[in-house]
């Protein structure tokens, strides 16, 4: 039985290198999705706490409110365009349409 080879034995090994590179991606795009989702929480609380400034009649909490959607906006902001990124640091001028529902 020295000589006896297994048919199925490349292909099975082959299959799951296939197999782990998808995995792979599956799992770069499942970081991503989470990254995009919390973005729109954040964005969400950015809206919400300009939508409370019309409702405060303090001046000086509403300057708060705003101070802190702002600063809100400004991390939101510059970790959005970190997501755009590729993962090999360079940005990618098409990264819209990896995400565009066609």
């Avoid at 009649?57 to 400004?74: D, F």
């Avoid at 510059?78 to 990618?92: E, W």
């Amino acid at each position: 039985m020295a000589g006896y080879q297994n048919e199925g034995a490349a292909e099975a090994e082959q299959l799951r290198g296939r197999a782990e590179e998808l995995a792979a991606e599956a799992r770069a795009a499942n970081q991503n999705g989470d990254n995009y989702l919390l973005s729109t929480v954040l964005f969400a609380s950015v809206l919400f706490f300009a939508g409370v400034t019309t409702k405060v009649l303090s001046e000086r909490n509403r300057l708060i409110l705003l101070g802190s959607a702002s600063r809100h906006w400004r991390s939101e902001s510059s970790s959005c365009s970190a997501f755009r990124s590729k993962s090999d640091g360079k940005r990618d001028p098409d990264w819209i349409s990896d995400y565009a529902m066609v």
